[in-house]
């Protein structure tokens, strides 16, 4: 056996963790131990002495070529060892990394470490939310400070307001990119300048405004101490912004006027905005922007004259720093995140777009297929032999080479093994977290025969967690129906400040509680991606009700879709350009003249419709074979139809066409 620390080695690279060969290695050899150890490798190995020699963990197959992106992101979904993400957002970001490593795309990314993640979500027996500090061990994670050629570790040092701030840098590598994390958790700071990047989207709007000057500055001026060079930059969402203002900044610095420096800049930027509405974009006092860089342009040509044009505007609730609106300008190419997105932003900002002469065109997300489809499924579909080049072909996704059984057998066994999960988390949890005798509301009871819907994503109230709740004894009694039952699992995490969000949560729970649904209405807490990954693959229906249009995507719905799980949901995000009416459903009918009581209603009523005539029918109707033939029909038209058109490798080809325009 190799020495402990050279054994550690090996798991530096998150390459390992999407590898079909090895993603699952450590739940499998210890479910039970990789859930008490929160799905840290590192922390496993020390546990149970695993033995990483026997670990086959393939080499990154491709050498990056082609344009040199710098991507900057809020947050980053690697791995749950790493839990520096919150949502989708996070998830995007990750599965653009991993695919970019596949597809040999040359792409560096730039973030923030938090020492305290996102948070641990801990719910009582009221359903009350409570928060708790995820406290990352640097020791124990695959991530490492970047040193000089001495072997010292590395200071970036940036003018912050009147005196300076002192940041570490950390690497972490995905495959082939390099994705470099900032940190001001150092004693040189204040204990303010520590906190600054101690949680995501902790602390007030002050400390929303440094974490964006940290992530856009901070990345550009690392980029410069490092003395690496790029020709795209590819700001994911408004939150990384600054970091056009610190790249005009440098451009000035080599010799060319303000305005060459900005036609120059123009022509590296690509900015990609998600959020459809409004509210939902940062806006900062103009005042507070000048004052914190004042420092910042001193002996430089710029000052916040130059930059005020670029981001003040009103979007009808009064006159902001707008980080967007910043980022458009900013920009030569704009992106939204699919055709319906691209189309309600274009409607958003149509006066803005007409003025600065753009339009906003869609890049559909998408998933990273190693990381989310179930593993016996790729190796059935022959996915984990071929080269991901080869994900984006339709043949690649044929499923004629599956028979019924075989392909029923999968999903069940998966389901079984979801089932298996609930009660390793309720296990792990128990005593410290959940009272042993409250155990009904997590998922204990539930049974691989019975139909089984999952809704699992950010609890915000747009997404309408609780609209199959509407009338409690209609979904009763499907749920509680003696032969053709349903069970319904939820898991998703509302932000701290979301009272409104936190409501459902609770409201979801109580549900799940009541001893009348038998134990079949299930809350699975504190949703990370190890969840998503068993929900997608084991449940039988993915549920997604967001209010139209205000879905940007929804990629959990394309993870769901890959693995042979039926979507039913309303048409907004991505499930317009993926739905044929053979691999899902649709939920109502979007119409503006409705107020949102009125949608809520007709939305419900379609709703129950489809689960009582259509879904639960379908389900239930067996064959001479015992297997429900038409529901794998739906499961083999949903891996075909939405595997090579909604992969986070398709993405990045379709990125990968805008970098080099």
Request: charged share 25%; proline share 5%.
């Amino acid at each position: 056996m190799l020495q402990l620390e050279k054994q550690l080695s090996i798991l530096e690279n998150y390459f390992w963790s999407w590898d079909f060969k090895t993603k699952d290695i450590f739940e499998k050899t210890n479910p039970q131990v990789w859930e008490e150890v929160n799905h840290n490798p590192v922390e496993f190995v020390r546990v149970t002495n695993f033995d990483l020699s026997e670990l086959n963990v393939q080499k990154v197959r491709i050498k990056p070529s082609g344009k040199r992106i710098a991507y900057l992101c809020m947050e980053y979904a690697i791995h749950d060892s790493l839990p520096i993400y919150s949502g989708g957002l996070g998830v995007l970001a990750g599965d653009h990394l991993k695919a970019s490593s596949d597809l040999g795309v040359d792409v560096t990314a730039f973030g923030l470490l938090y020492k305290d993640g996102y948070f641990h979500q801990v719910v009582n027996d009221n359903g009350e939310q409570k928060v708790e500090s995820q406290n990352l061990d640097l020791d124990i994670i695959p991530t490492q400070r970047v040193t000089d050629s001495n072997g010292v570790p590395i200071i970036l040092q940036l003018p912050y307001y009147s005196s300076e701030i002192y940041i570490a840098v950390w690497l972490v590598k995905v495959g082939s990119v390099n994705l470099y994390l900032l940190d001001t958790n150092l004693k040189q700071n204040s204990d303010e300048q520590r906190t600054i990047t101690s949680q995501l989207y902790g602390g007030d709007i002050n400390t929303r405004l440094h974490q964006e000057y940290i992530l856009g500055v901070g990345s550009i001026e690392l980029i410069n101490m490092l003395d690496l060079e790029f020709d795209v930059y590819h700001f994911n969402e408004g939150h990384a912004a600054f970091g056009g203002i610190a790249l005009w900044k440098h451009l000035i610095k080599s010799h060319q006027t303000k305005e060459e420096a900005f036609k120059n800049l123009k022509s590296k930027i690509l900015f990609t905005t998600h959020t459809p509405v409004p509210a939902g974009h940062d806006v900062f006092d103009p005042n507070m922007v000048d004052s914190l860089f004042k420092k910042y342009f001193q002996g430089s040509p710029l000052e916040f004259s130059d930059i005020r044009g670029l981001g003040v505007h009103d979007l009808g609730y009064g006159e902001g720093f707008n980080m967007t609106v910043l980022g458009m300008k900013l920009a030569k190419t704009v992106n939204g995140v699919s055709k319906l997105n691209a189309t309600a932003l274009n409607r958003l900002w149509t006066d803005f777009l007409i003025k600065e002469n753009l339009k906003i065109v869609p890049v559909t997300n998408g998933v990273h297929i190693q990381t989310f489809l179930n593993t016996e499924l790729a190796h059935l579909l022959n996915l984990d032999q071929i080269d991901p080049h080869e994900y984006v072909k339709p043949e690649s996704w044929n499923t004629f080479k599956i028979s019924n059984h075989k392909l029923w057998e999968t999903h069940y066994l998966a389901k079984i093994e979801m089932m298996e999960f609930f009660k390793r988390r309720v296990t792990t949890k128990i005593d410290r977290e959940i009272n042993p005798e409250n155990l009904l509301p997590y998922g204990i009871l539930f049974d691989p025969k019975i139909l089984t819907i999952g809704f699992a994503r950010r609890f915000a109230t747009y997404k309408r967690s609780t609209l199959i709740f509407e009338n409690i004894e209609r979904i009763k009694k499907l749920v509680t129906h003696p032969t053709r039952p349903i069970q319904i699992v939820f898991s998703g995490k509302p932000h701290p400040a979301d009272r409104e969000g936190q409501a459902l949560l609770q409201m979801v729970y109580d549900h799940a509680k009541d001893p009348e649904f038998l134990g079949r209405v299930a809350f699975v807490p504190d949703y990370d991606m190890t969840t998503a990954k068993h929900l997608v693959s084991g449940v039988d229906v993915w549920l997604n009700t967001p209010r139209v249009p205000r879905e940007a995507s929804g990629t959990s719905g394309m993870k769901a879709s890959i693995n042979g799980v039926l979507n039913l949901s309303t048409y907004d995000g991505w499930w317009p350009e993926a739905f044929n009416e053979k691999n899902g459903w649709v939920i109502g009918k979007y119409d503006p003249a409705l107020s949102p009581p009125e949608q809520d209603q007709q939305d419900w009523d379609s709703l129950l419709k489809i689960l009582e005539h259509k879904v639960i029918p379908e389900y239930y109707e067996l064959n001479e074979s015992g297997l429900p033939e038409n529901w794998i029909q739906r499961m083999r038209n949903s891996i075909e139809s939405v595997g090579p058109k909604f992969s986070s490798h398709r993405m990045v080809l379709d990125y990968k066409t805008l970098y080099e325009l």
